[in-house]
Every structure is written in structure tokens, then in C-alpha cells.
């Protein structure tokens, strides 16, 4: 173990007894969701994982600790501070703490963290990916490259179609990594179910995750594995108000310029603006649904 990683009592505790754990994200604290609807989501979250078994450890950089299970207290802190926290990805990780800074972590340095603490399984919203436009600016998210590199299982809602969807696909397939449907042969978008691209393959169980991992981990073949669980019927979103908000963000981002960083967190809060607040609380919702599959899957993998 490094002097940077400082895991919380209680997810030692747990890791330590082989109980199952479930790592959360920070960036949808910090950039993804309004206070303090945020911040209610993140604790809400952690309840879910609690409820179905299975013990929160949500990351964050604060302090240049590398933070595996934030209190109540870190995480109000994460969410008031909001966009102040830095994004941090891979890159940012070196400078953040050696000067001791505080970092929202992507999917990725989320990633990076849980499997320094030895964390399997993580829930989240969203994922990043390859963007439109990506064969002029290049623009493909680190979120790729760490599913290449890391151990850990990521589960979430499919992509927005911010991104190019097909190409995400197409650069998972070159890194080797798998990406499953939960309980569907197609990919969800994030808002809604479908997608009309198809996954790798479709599994229905926990188990058979759980199972697949291991496979993957005994084996040594690096890396992790995407789990693309669909938004429940109910809270899904009509696709034409989507597609809408998504085409005029995108518009909005070209004429403006925004490149890089600023990419998603511009898009999201776009799309946000509207769709008023039928988006936010379809992102509630799916990420609840990836908490409780993350909680039943995490136990499955201790069994
Ligand atoms: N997509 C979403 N919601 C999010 C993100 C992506 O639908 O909150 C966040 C995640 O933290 C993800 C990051 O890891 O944005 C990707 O940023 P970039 O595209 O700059 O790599
Ligand atoms: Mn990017």
C-alpha cells in the first residue's frame, strides 16, 4: 500500500472480513449534479448499497489523499464545492497530490483507486468514451484506455450519445474489453433503453457476473469488464426530447469552442438545462438501479 491511499475504517473492516464493497465516483458529485440534489443522490446511493448488502466506498482526492469510503461530511464537502473540485483524471493524479489538493475522480482515477484498495466492483451513471467529431479532435475519453488497464468490474447505464456510440464499441473491442448487456443484447443510452447498437453479450444474473470476472481475474487478462444495465422503463426518457437537447448542446460546444476537460461537463450541464428537471431525476434513478445490481454483484463475487 502507498503513503497516498487512506482507505475508511469501516471499508478496511470490510475488505479485510472478504465482505463485499462497491466504489462510487465523485465527478457526478462535484460536476455531474447540482447542489444539493448531489449531494442527497451520493448518500441515497450509499443506502441503496447498504440496503442490498453490500458496503459504499465512495472516492475522492481531498487533501492529496486518495480517498477509498468518504464520510457524510467529505461528501456534502465534495458537493458544495462543486466545480471547484478539479476533475481529475489519470494525468492529474501526480500533481494533485503532491500538492495536496482535492480531486473529483472520473470513472477512471475511480478506477485507479479501488483497485489499489482492492475494490471489485463499482456503480456509476455514465461512462466516457469516443466523441463525434473524435477522428478530427482526437477527442476519446481516458475512461477507455483505464477498462483496458485496470481489474474492475464497472457498472452503468450505457453512454449518452454526447458520444459516438459505434465508435466507443469498436475501441472497447480493440482493448479486449468485454461489454455485457444487463438483461438486454442491446446497448442502453444512458436516458433510454436502447441504443440499436448491440453488446457483447447479454447475462441476467449477478451470479453470472460475478462468475465472468472471476474468470477474467484468475486468468490474468488485464483489465475490466463494462456492465451496461438499462434505465428502468418507468424513468426513461422520450428519445426525440433527448436527441433534441443533445443535438443543440452539441451545436452549442462547436460554436463555442469548448474542447477537452470541459468536454463532458459542458455537454451534461447543457443537456440539464434542457431538459429542465425530467433529466436529473431520470440520473437519480439509473444510478440507483446501477448501485442495487453493483450491491447483489459484489456479494455474488464473495461467495
Ligand atoms: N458521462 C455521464 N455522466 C458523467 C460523466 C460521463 O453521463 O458524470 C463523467 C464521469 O466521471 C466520466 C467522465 O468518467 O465524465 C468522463 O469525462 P471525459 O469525457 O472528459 O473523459
Ligand atoms: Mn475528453
Not at 138 to 145: G, K, Q, T, Y
Request: aromatic share 4%; charged share 20%; glycine share 10%.
Amino acid at each position: 500500500m502507498n503513503n497516498y491511499l487512506s482507505i475508511s475504517l469501516e471499508v478496511q473492516k470490510a475488505l479485510r472480513e472478504g465482505k463485499p464493497v462497491v466504489a462510487l465516483e465523485s465527478t457526478i458529485i462535484s460536476h455531474g449534479m447540482p447542489y444539493p440534489q448531489n449531494v442527497e443522490t451520493a448518500l441515497r446511493v450509499e443506502q441503496t448499497i447498504r440496503d442490498n448488502g453490500a458496503v459504499p466506498a465512495t472516492i475522492a482526492i481531498i487533501g492529496g489523499k486518495l480517498k477509498a469510503g468518504c464520510s457524510p461530511e467529505e461528501i456534502e464537502y465534495l458537493g458544495r464545492k462543486g466545480q471547484a473540485v478539479t476533475k481529475a483524471s489519470r494525468r492529474d493524479l501526480p500533481v494533485l497530490l503532491a500538492r495536496k489538493e482535492d480531486g473529483a475522480t472520473t470513472v477512471t482515477t475511480t478506477m485507479i483507486i479501488a483497485a489499489m484498495a482492492g475494490i471489485r466492483v463499482f456503480a456509476t451513471g455514465g461512462i466516457g468514451g469516443v466523441h463525434r467529431g473524435a477522428q478530427q479532435t482526437f477527442d476519446i475519453s481516458a475512461d477507455l484506455e483505464e477498462l483496458a488497464q485496470t481489474p474492475v468490474m464497472v457498472i452503468c447505464a450505457g453512454a449518452k450519445s454526447i458520444l459516438d456510440l459505434g465508435l466507443t464499441l469498436e475501441y472497447l473491442e480493440t482493448k479486449g474489453v468485454p461489454v455485457i448487456g444487463y438483461g438486454t443484447d442491446e446497448l442502453p443510452a444512458f436516458y433510454t433503453r436502447h441504443s440499436g447498437f448491440g453488446v457483447d453479450y447479454r447475462i441476467d444474473s449477478p451470479e453470472e457476473l460475478a462468475a465472468v470476472f472471476k474468470a477474467k481475474i484468475e486468468c490474468g487478462l488485464k483489465g475490466g469488464m463494462l456492465v451496461t444495465n438499462p434505465i428502468p422503463e418507468e424513468y426513461s426518457m422520450p428519445k426525440e426530447t433527448i436527441d433534441c437537447a443533445i443535438e443543440q448542446a452539441l451545436r452549442e460546444a462547436e460554436q463555442l469552442g469548448i474542447h477537452g476537460k470541459q468536454c463532458t461537463p459542458f455537454l451534461l450541464a447543457k443537456i440539464k438545462d434542457l431538459t429542465g428537471g425530467d433529466s436529473l431525476a431520470a440520473n437519480i434513478q439509473l444510478v440507483l438501479n446501477n448501485a442495487r445490481l453493483a450491491a447483489k454483484t459484489a456479494t455474488a463475487m464473495c461467495k
